[in-house]
């Protein structure tokens, strides 16, 4: 029988993260979530996924030197992000576009570092463009993660938000085979190269049902705007028969381990500075809503996920809901590479079975006998 969505088919062995959602478990490259997303940095963290161990200090160094050296974008790509700021284009088509124009070395190594230096670069480029901003452009001595703040804000950042930023980078860079590293898998599996599987990844990644979660739980929060309307507004949408974003997950049938590292670097960031009113509100808001769906939907385990906190953190860093998903295609990428590089080392091609269920036995008529059908023409 086949598996709507493909669940439960096992479709690749890896090495780079292991999901369980039973157990409420992700382990990246053998770390435990949390021991890797409070402690790494995010060059450590790529570096760690791609070579299967975490660089000395000798070789965290050439890392980070090589990709700095690969910030800054080709002419061609400026010009098209220019262009599509200038239609108001959604920043994930604008990113799909720009990195479309990326590597095309035919080394996966070379197109490998290309591809992770300068996402950040295109998501705080378009994000400028449309903001009616000048381009800051990057700092070759800055770290990764506070790299993309600073061309996002034009503000060298402080430790805390770098630090409360690759939290969030860590934790999200892979999580098993979710939708887009599937895509990345499987264009990479036909031999095609890694800038074509990377955009694919990307494409996955703009559907609402597997990147667009985040902004509309923290819209969620806003709408509600006091800790004692909470109740009453969780109460309508749930009546109403609508989705609290933020609550629930696929695969994990309790809390999220996401979740519990990004709320811990939340907590720090909003101690530190911030909004620490906005912090408690949504800590209010969380609790009722689990108290809720507990009441309205008894044994269905919807526990917080990765989106609900996402959204606080990034909301703390200072973004804007339009580049949450663009933000976590800079994390994913580093991901993507990794699956990528992965599946071209031991590679056979992605040729899933499908179950046909459509009409058999049929006969020819001609043009002009043919009955209307009825359906409306595309």
């Not at 599509?84 to 604008?94: F, G, V, W, Y």
């Not at 031999?191 to 509309?216: E, M, Q």
């Not at 109740?231 to 009546?239: D, G, H, M, V, W």
């Amino acid at each position: 029988m086949a598996q709507g969505g493909l669940e439960g088919v096992v479709a690749a062995e890896t090495a780079l993260s292991l999901v369980e959602g039973e157990r409420g478990e992700l382990v990246i490259a053998g770390f435990p979530v949390a021991e890797l997303a409070l402690n790494a940095t995010f060059e450590e963290t790529a570096y760690l996924l791609w070579h299967g161990d975490l660089p000395d200090a000798a070789a965290l160094e050439q890392f980070r030197s090589d990709l700095a050296a690969r910030r800054n974008l080709p002419t061609i790509a400026f010009d098209v992000l220019a262009a599509a700021a200038a239609r108001r284009a959604d920043p994930m088509d604008a990113l799909r576009m720009a990195a479309g124009l990326l590597g095309g070395s035919a080394n996966d190594q070379e197109d490998a570092k290309t591809l992770f230096a300068t996402f950040p670069t295109i998501v705080a480029a378009y994000w400028r463009l449309i903001s009616g901003l000048d381009l800051v452009y990057p700092k070759a001595d800055l770290r990764h993660a506070a790299n993309y703040l600073y061309m996002i804000d034009g503000q060298v950042p402080s430790e805390e938000r770098v630090r409360a930023l690759e939290a969030y980078l860590n934790t999200v860079i892979d999580h098993g085979l979710n939708a887009s590293t599937f895509t990345a898998r499987v264009i990479t599996s036909t031999g095609s190269d890694l800038v074509s599987a990377i955009v694919g990844a990307v494409g996955a990644l703009k559907g609402p049902l597997h990147g667009g979660a985040p902004g509309p739980a923290l819209d969620m929060v806003f709408e509600i705007g006091e800790a004692s309307k909470a109740e009453a507004y969780l109460r309508r949408k749930i009546e109403a028969g609508e989705k609290l974003m933020g609550f629930g997950h696929r695969v994990y049938k309790v809390r999220d381990p996401r979740a519990d590292v990004l709320a811990a670097a939340a907590e720090r960031l909003f101690q530190r500075g911030g909004d620490r009113s906005m912090y408690e509100l949504a800590r209010s808001v969380e609790a009722v809503a689990l108290r809720l769906l507990e009441e309205y939907k008894p044994g269905r385990r919807l526990q917080t996920n990765v989106e609900f906190y996402t959204a606080l953190l990034l909301h703390g860093l200072g973004l804007q809901v339009p580049i949450f998903t663009p933000t976590f295609a800079v994390s994913r990428v580093g991901g993507w590479i990794a699956h990528s590089l992965e599946q071209r080392r031991a590679n056979r091609i992605i040729r899933p079975q499908s179950v046909y269920i459509g009409p058999r036995d049929r006969k020819w008529v001609l043009v002009e006998e043919r009955q209307p059908s009825g359906r409306a023409v595309v």
